[in-house]
């Protein structure tokens, strides 16, 4: 769905107090009730509150940058004191309180303004029923989507700050002050809340069970994707940041005294049993549902997707040992057709904005002037240099490219039969099928780059490496030519930037369609970003069975994931080969955090990830490193060195309240330690 500034905007502007923590109507305005009586005004209504969903594909203004997976150029003042990289902010230090990144409480620092769209979502619910001459079906089916956008928005607000402050209804200016001036209630209760919102969303009958149709509609709520947010609420309350931590033991509402997060409650506590059994219910429930009523399935390029190889692979479909597990892989994020992308549960349809390298898919495109053969050739379309719509300032981190598998289905480090001490060391390209097609031949590279799983070759790109694109195969990606000029030098390729290269000479294939060209707007594939895929349910119902100590089943859904992504099962790799227990359940836990870590990588899962399990002082502490783009020989070249610092700690794991609307409201208390 784009983006568009709907005209109800202007219609509705009068409704928004200039104190934007106030859900409230102010007094002589006209009867907002009179612009729900046509069906193209609600429809705009529904698509303002749409309107206000947190971006994901958006590369400056989402949380997906956030972590330990990505690196931004860091010599540009830009990207280091301005409004780019927003998502990295958050692990390097930069937020405060007064300096808010990605304000999804009030809409600064580029976040988006939550408690607005919250209203939005209540002026609806209390107007749609003036709507005249609309089925009642569809006004049903309108009214379950804005009760579940609402929901999930309140449960954004939590997974940032915890405790949130809870809007069900329109505020009148005759209400009292208290109920004006609302506070921060409970955990639980937000939880709670929650829930039953979803639930009764749910229970309506006309309410849309799964709607698979134009790329513009993978956006639009059903029962499908209401299930799979249910699942993720329960799973986020399960999670040892709610439970298993002692950190907010005096985070207390000071006008009652009431601990706003009670969370010291650990393994085999009641409580901490019966919020992973519901996580449990509610995610098998959602994968269920997804599976029979909405069709859905793992991606397999062969079995439910277009089936036959482009005309540039033909030549090795039957040769390599990887390549359909790679394509199953690379169409599962980037296949349009919602009837052959089966594996999709919800994604965002704002993947249509090309106004600039604003998305995932611009920002990581090689730029056609950079792809170069042996010779020196450009591989390009009609010799023109100019950028377009890829602008490859965009690269993945040293952690990421290290976190993927051996082709044994084990981490690098855990693999006993890969040389770890070595893998920074330079050889050759073997001539094998394995990395047929994905590597080239001969070529000098990093032992790191070579034996590694099907995901590293289908999502990432690396030096000597092979990259499908511009509706080609080129054959050869030589990192070392990719700055073209010395960074800060003021000059650049036409059409381009000083900064745009990748600094960390890793790429990222991930978002790019293989058919995407990027000269121009129009000869970019669109497709929907993914918010929530069917892996990413296996792999939570993996980690709740896991937590409950029902490993055997745990064991069965990881392996779902695993074998689609063409690695040994759990016992082949983890258990024979690692000795790792399969019926342990830390050591089963630890298996799925990993495949999340994989299989999820670079989608925006990685950061909520890792701070719900708590473990920001594990991942967030290490500086971002890559290879050493300034080297213009392999020797140089393949240095690894660090780009920028991260630093975590405690405070971080709920975000700050903006300084100002504590101000506006003194009942509000701010999260601990800002």
């Known amino acids: 769905m784009k ?14 107090s200039s104190c934007n923590y106030l859900d409230v109507v102010p007094d002589g305005v006209v009867e907002i009730s009179s612009k729900f009586t046509t069906q193209a005004g609600v429809r705009q209504a529904l698509g303002k509150c749409y309107e206000y969903m947190p971006n994901a594909h958006y590369v400056h203004g989402s949380v997906t940058l956030a972590g330990d997976e990505y690196c931004c150029p860091n010599s540009a003042s830009t990207f280091t004191t301005g409004g780019s990289c927003r998502g990295l902010w958050l692990v390097r230090g930069l937020q405060s309180a007064t300096n808010v990144s ?7 620092g580029g976040g988006t303004n939550l408690y607005e769209g919250i209203r939005y979502c209540n002026v ?35 997974q940032c700050y915890g405790p949130i402050l809870v809007y069900d209804k329109v505020i009148d200016l005759s209400s009292d002050v208290d109920e004006m001036r609302a506070k921060r209630k409970p955990l639980e209760e937000c939880f709670d809340w929650v829930v039953s919102e979803l639930d009764r969303a749910l229970a309506v009958k006309n309410f849309t069970e799964s709607r698979r149709n134009a790329i513009t509609e993978n956006l639009l709520l059903d029962k499908v994707i209401t299930k799979a947010i249910k699942a993720k609420v329960l799973l986020l309350k399960a999670s040892p940041i709610f439970n298993g931590n002692n950190m907010y033991t005096d985070f207390v509402d000071p ?16 409580v901490w049993q019966a919020r992973w059994e519901d996580a449990k219910k509610a995610i098998k429930e959602a994968i269920d549902y997804a599976e029979t009523t909405g069709k859905r399935e793992l991606y397999d390029y062969e079995v439910n997707g277009p089936g ?46 090309f106004s600039g390298s604003y998305t995932f898919q611009t920002a990581t495109q090689i730029r056609t002037s950079e792809l170069t053969d042996a010779s020196g050739n450009y591989y390009n379309d009609d010799g023109n240099k100019e950028s377009g719509y890829s602008f490859n300032w965009l690269g993945a981190s040293m952690e990421i490219a290290e976190a993927f598998y051996t082709k044994n289905g084990l981490p690098i480090s855990i693999d006993p039969e890969y040389d770890y001490a070595g893998r920074y060391s330079l050889t050759r390209v073997p001539a094998d099928n394995y990395h ?25 790109l690396v030096d000597r490496g092979c990259y499908r694109s511009y509706n080609r195969l080129i054959p050869l990606i030589s990192m070392l030519q990719f700055d073209m000029s010395a ?33 121009y707007a129009a000869n970019v594939v669109m497709y929907p970003f993914p918010l929530i895929r069917l892996a990413d349910l296996y792999l939570m119902y993996a980690e709740a069975l896991a937590n409950l100590g029902e490993t055997t089943e745990a064991v069965e859904y990881i392996d779902k994931v695993r074998v689609r ?33 994989v299989e999820l990588a670079f989608e925006g899962h990685r950061y909520f990830d890792v701070v719900r399990w708590l473990e920001g002082d594990k991942y967030f502490n290490a500086p971002i490193k890559g290879w050493n783009y300034k080297g213009k020989r392999a020797n140089d070249f393949y240095q690894v060195v660090n780009y920028f610092p991260k630093q975590w700690s405690n405070k971080n794991y709920l975000w700050p309240l903006p300084s100002g609307e504590l101000d506006k409201n003194p009942r509000l208390v701010q999260n601990p330690w800002w």
């Open 436 to 460: 047929l097609s994905y590597m080239a031949v001969n070529e000098q590279t990093a032992q790191l780059h070579l034996n590694r799983e099907p995901r590293f070759y289908a999502w990432m």
């Open 102 to 108: 990605l304000s999804y409480w009030n809409g600064s």
């Open 308 to 353: 036959k190889p482009n005309d540039y692979d033909a030549v090795y479909w039957d040769e390599s040992e990887i390549i359909k597990t790679c394509y199953s892989l690379r169409y599962s994020i980037v296949d349009p057709n919602s009837s052959t992308n089966k594996e999709l549960i919800w994604g965002s349809g704002d993947n249509d904005n």
């Open 565 to 597: 992504a063409g690695v040994p099962t759990c016992a082949d790799s983890w258990g024979a080969k690692a000795g790792w227990n399969l019926n342990d359940k830390n050591d089963v836990l630890n298996m799925v955090k990993w495949e999340r870590r």
């Open 255 to 270: 006008e009652t005294g009431k601990i706003l997060i009670d969370a010291d409650r650990y393994d085999g506590d009641p």
């Open 487 to 519: 960074p800060g030098s003021g000059s650049a390729p036409e059409g381009s930037s000083v900064y745009d290269f990748n600094h960390t000479g890793l790429g990222i294939k991930k978002f790019v369609n293989p058919a995407s060209k990027n000269k």
């Open 124 to 158: 609806f619910l209390e107007n749609i029923h003036h709507c005249i001459g609309v089925p009642q079906k569809m006004i049903d089916d309108w009214t379950a989507q804005v009760i579940v956008l609402r929901a999930y928005y309140h449960f954004y607000l939590i």
């Open 3 to 16: 983006r568009v500034k709907y005209i109800l905007m202007v219609l509705l502007a009068a409704t928004i």
